[in-house]
């Protein structure tokens, strides 16, 4: 096998890895904020923009993101055909600088799937073209240049770039090609002015140059666009290069993406994404190791934690095992970014807080800056409104998923429960949530979420999760008034029996503040956790800072977290 493809073969093998196991949450993000659509409308509404071909193709591309090793195998044919078509004899290195970079711009999750499909197209429209030989081919350029632009917006350029620098140097007129490729580039600009002018008005003229829908937020454009189609050029020159100059560039090639990578992917935006990821895929486990490995200390980490250890049957017992930052921990609150809320709406989806899942997912979806619908909260959605038996409503979101390819068996299925309730209430899923929703009129209060989660139970006791997420926001909050006040409703329903630890523990504290003897506990508290107690007592007496707090059984037990905290 010759080094070329050597290179292809490691080049797309390690792109599939990084997307297929690294950072898959960079695909799901990706997928969730788009819904491609089978059909002729949707066609012709991207047709009818520049670039909207080439927008169209890579949402076309993204709906595969869907499954994580489908999704790999896409990013990693994009890069890897784009280096394929970029090498030469000489320059199969050089031609590696494109899909690097544009591996490392990927990282800014503001990046469109657009831009890397615009670059693939516009090489391959230039390979192409040189395959054309009949005269006035230059010329005629002028045309393919107009077609181009309309077709794949901004990668008309590095199209007209790649093709003029091309020309150039197998040129024996350079001068006369010098000024042809001059032209080419004024008749480009011309075109684009009188677009925005008098056709495409509606949109600024950044937008028209630098391509609609290439990036989340319009009103930027990163320097790596243009970084990336300059490097482009750079495949062109052909230089011979010794043993030393090989290994130094490829190596100067390796070590800069590895740094870029690292630099651009940065932990804290990707960490949101792994537990969103997480979350919508129901790897308790997956968050649960993520979070305690990394020690996360955000209100939208613990809403993911907490949910996890609570479809684990793990809420109460492992609560203070992770990073509790406040009651927002518990459902954390709206802040106007596209998935600041997937968390929440899950555990309120879990809880059976079916109109406040619509509201969440009505939210997220407004919050898509680019004015893109998601196939995920489209879902939840008809769900919702399935569960409400607002069949009209719901028949809306279900022809629109139809009309996709992962969400379609999914939308079939939820067509044949309208307006038959029988088979809303034969889905295992569905007639909890039937079972679980509030009829009589439930307002969400955030200020009164312990209070509202207690009347959500009272209003269905094989709610479980409402009332161990009510008692849990007590523990949190340090409010062990409201907490003695509602745990008679925790053991009239499940007894007085296995008491989890940290509500015996809560408890145990409530009686000595209130100057209740140890001797004189209840009997469901158990002698393991006075013992724990006097213990920690003892210990937080003798030394405050002990290790045992931090390392030790004591730094799980909410006697740490009450009085360190």
């Not at 790999?72 to 890897?80: E, N």
């Not at 077709?151 to 040129?171: H, M, N, P, R, T």
């Not at 939208?300 to 203070?320: D, I, K, Y």
């Amino acid at each position: 096998m010759s080094k070329s493809n050597i290179y292809i073969s490691v080049f797309a093998i390690l792109a599939f890895l990084f997307w297929a196991f690294v950072h898959p949450e960079w695909l799901n993000f990706h997928e969730q904020y788009q819904l491609f659509l089978f059909s002729s409308d949707y066609l012709i509404e991207h047709l009818a923009l520049p670039g909207g071909f080439v927008v169209w193709l890579s949402e076309f591309f993204v709906q595969f993101f869907y499954n994580r090793f489908l999704g790999a195998a896409v990013v990693s044919i994009v890069l890897t055909l784009i280096y394929i078509l970029l090498r030469s004899k000489d320059n199969y290195i050089l031609a590696l600088i494109p899909s690097v970079l544009i591996w490392i711009y990927s990282g800014d999750q503001s990046m469109l799937f657009a831009f890397p499909v615009s670059v693939l197209v516009a090489v391959s429209a230039f390979v192409l073209f040189n395959k054309i030989d009949f005269k006035y081919k230059n010329y005629i350029q002028f045309l393919f240049i107009a077609i181009a632009y309309w077709l794949i917006g901004y990668g008309a350029f590095i199209y007209a770039l790649l093709v003029g620098i091309d020309i150039i140097i197998k040129s024996n007129q350079r001068s006369k090609d010098i000024i042809l490729l001059g032209l080419q580039f004024l008749f480009l600009c011309v075109l684009i002015l009188c677009i925005g002018r008098f056709i495409i008005i509606q949109y600024p003229f950044c937008d028209l140059f630098f391509g609609i829908d290439f990036y989340r937020i319009r009103i930027t454009t990163p320097f790596w666009q243009h970084l990336i189609a300059t490097s482009c050029i750079v495949t062109f020159i052909s230089i011979k290069l010794n043993k030393i100059l090989y290994y130094s560039l490829l190596g100067a090639i390796a070590i800069g993406g590895v740094c870029g990578v690292i630099s651009q992917y940065d932990f804290e935006t990707y960490s949101y994404l792994k537990i969103d990821y997480y979350v919508r895929y129901k790897k308790w486990e997956s968050l649960l190791n993520f979070a305690k490995r990394y020690n996360l200390q955000s209100d939208f980490a613990a809403t993911g934690v907490n949910l996890a250890l609570a479809e684990t049957g793990q809420l109460p017992q492992r609560l203070f095992e992770f990073n509790q930052t406040s009651d927002n921990g518990m459902l954390s609150q709206f802040d106007y970014t596209c998935f600041s809320c997937g968390p929440t709406a899950e555990a309120c989806y879990s809880l059976g807080l079916v109109n406040s899942v619509l509201r969440y997912n009505f939210d997220m979806q407004a919050a898509i800056i680019n004015c893109k619908y998601s196939g995920r909260f489209c879902k939840r959605i008809a769900e919702t409104y399935l569960i409400n038996n607002r069949n009209d409503v719901a028949r809306m979101y279900i022809n629109k998923l139809k009309q996709t390819l992962f969400y379609r068996s999914w939308a079939l299925l939820a067509e044949e429960c309208l307006y038959d309730r029988s088979k809303i209430n034969s889905n295992p899923e569905w007639s909890n949530l039937v079972k679980y929703h509030f009829c009589d009129g439930l307002n969400f209060s955030h200020s009164h979420l312990i209070d509202m989660l207690v009347v959500h139970f009272s209003n269905n006791t094989d709610n479980r999760m409402a009332i161990d997420y009510a008692l849990s926001l007590c523990l949190i909050n340090k409010d062990l008034d409201n907490f003695i006040k509602y745990f008679p409703i925790y053991t009239a329903n499940f007894g007085a029996s296995n008491i989890p630890d940290t509500y015996q523990q809560a408890f145990i504290i409530s009686c000595v503040i209130n100057g209740y003897s140890l001797d004189k506990l209840p009997q469901f508290i158990s002698k393991q956790a006075i013992d724990t107690f006097k213990h920690f007592y003892n210990t937080f007496m003798m030394n405050p800072d002990s290790k045992e707090f931090t390392t030790g059984n004591l730094s799980k037990s909410y006697f740490k977290y009450y009085f360190t905290k």
